[in-house]
């Protein structure tokens, strides 16, 4: 698709990229968090800033629908007293709206009363250096959007009988904190993410696909385009069959929607209080002990090539990579500053990320080598059933294939299931290449591997699409 600049302008659409002064340098954001600080009369202040430019193009039902760019700043001042602390947020950057937001959050903080985990602001850190700032995301204009749209308006309005709608979103962004002791932590990234959703216009079929990079060139938009468009024409007609335990096939972002969840119980204080699936019969934790496969390893790191994620954690403390499970073996749980202290340990830090190593073994070799079993695209509707095991419920969608003999056969009507990602990983068979996902639940930044397992429990079918 080409559209002329003119005709961009006048639609009220970006033309050129991320403008200069969207996203605050470390110079110009280092500038406001030092000059907020020296209005400060409290006993410690701690500010956060973000600073982003994020662009988007929406279609659905085969048409454009809306696109545009939203310019946004913010400043978090949370103002203490000893133990006493308030927190008030701005997003007026004037020097007027600042002293007014750190005045009210002192006034609040005298009001308020003690923390019995209040910490003292951290000193100056070190921090990993992480290039997450990339030009080609940074450049992409108006009608580089309206191209990616195209990739799947195009194929389906020649179809005939698709419909498809998707949301591409990219920009940068940039966060920051600082206080009055000398801490400061910058990061910079952009980001770009495409989903789309492909239904045939019979209403029985439903075919979805994404990708997710801070590199706009690192992303194959007709792949995905292709991937979501052949899924739906796949998975028309579906068929019933028998709830149960089966051999299954997850592809990256299904084992990424169940997997990720271990990180929401991995830190230790709910362990060491006796409210995580890590607590040890008679006491203690099962840290050394093992989990899961040991083909399994999890971990965190912000430098990752596939991550590239924040190098710090919300207060500033500096994030490394921490592995959670090496080898099917518990290796570590994350500590807070507070409860690290309170157990004499070392603080880690809350993680940013989180990443399944892989293995060699193709989609297609899993397929072949399955007599019996089904291929899940992604999984929906999770929720929690039992945190002592993470055992969760939740449904297939957008594609669910039958295997027989080694091929896919059939589509099939989607299923709920009850089953936990620690038992999951127990029963692993093969484990694919990584991807970086697109759709998360958690938030931040998430690799993940296809995987085959045995002994998947789905428990009933149902009428969704």
């Known amino acids: ?194 989903t789309l959703t492909v239904r045939t216009n019979d209403g029985t079929g439903s075919g979805w696909a994404a990708a997710d990079h801070p590199d706009w060139s690192q992303v194959d938009f007709a792949a995905v385009s292709r991937r979501a468009i052949d899924k739906a024409r796949l998975s028309r007609n579906p068929s019933a069959i028998e709830p149960g335990r089966y051999t299954v096939i997850f592809e990256p972002q299904a084992v990424g929607d169940l997997v990720q969840l271990i990180a929401n119980y991995s830190d230790s204080r709910s362990a060491d209080e006796g409210r995580s699936p890590f607590v040890k019969q008679g006491g203690g934790n099962k840290i050394g002990e093992k989990i899961v496969d040991s083909r399994v390893t999890l971990y965190s790191d912000p430098a990752d090539s596939q991550l590239l994620a924040t190098p710090f954690d919300g207060e500033g403390f500096p994030l490394a990579r921490q592995t959670w499970i090496d080898s099917g073996v518990l290796k570590q749980l994350y500590y807070s500053r507070f409860w690290a202290k309170k157990q004499g340990k070392v603080a880690t830090g809350a993680p940013s990320s989180i990443k399944m190593a892989g293995g060699s073994a193709s989609i297609e070799e899993m397929i072949r080598t399955t007599e019996r079993g089904i291929l899940v695209t992604r999984l929906w509707y999770l929720r929690e059933v039992d945190p002592r095991t993470i055992l969760y419920t939740g449904l297939t969608r957008d594609g669910t294939f039958l295997i027989d003999n080694g091929k896919l056969t059939k589509s099939i009507r989607n299923l709920r299931f009850n089953e936990s990602p620690l038992f999951m990983l127990n029963n692993l068979e093969m484990l694919g290449r990584t991807e970086r996902l697109a759709g998360t639940e958690q938030g931040g930044d998430v690799v993940m591997p296809s995987i085959k397992v045995r002994d998947f429990n789905f428990t009933s079918l149902s009428e969704a699409v």
């Not at 600080?37 to 202040?45: E, H, N």
């Not at 929406?58 to 203490?80: D, Y």
């Not at 005298?110 to 995301?137: C, I, R």
């Open 1 to 194: 698709m080409s559209m002329p600049k003119s005709l961009l302008a006048s639609a009220g659409m970006p033309v050129a990229g991320i403008p200069a002064d969207a996203v605050l340098s470390r110079e110009e954001a280092q500038a406001l968090v030092e000059k907020v600080v020296t209005m400060s009369k409290a006993d410690a202040i701690n500010v956060s800033l973000t600073s982003n430019y994020t662009t988007n193009v929406r279609f659905a039902a085969n048409q454009m629908s809306t696109a545009g760019a939203i310019t946004n700043a913010q400043v978090v001042v949370q103002s203490s007293f000893g133990p006493r602390h308030a927190v008030v947020t701005t997003g007026d950057l004037g020097d007027e709206s600042l002293r007014r937001a750190v005045e009210q959050s002192e006034r609040l903080a005298k009001l308020s009363p003690d923390d019995p985990e209040a910490m003292p602001e951290l000193g100056p850190q070190q921090y990993a250096k992480v290039n997450s700032w990339f030009e080609s995301t940074a450049s992409a204009t108006a009608a580089d959007r309206a191209r990616v749209a195209q990739t799947a308006l195009d194929p389906a309005r020649k179809a005939g009988d698709l419909s498809a709608a998707g949301f591409l979103v990219a920009g940068g962004q940039c966060l920051a904190i600082g206080n009055q002791k000398g801490m400061f932590a910058y990061h910079r990234s952009t980001s770009t993410n495409y």
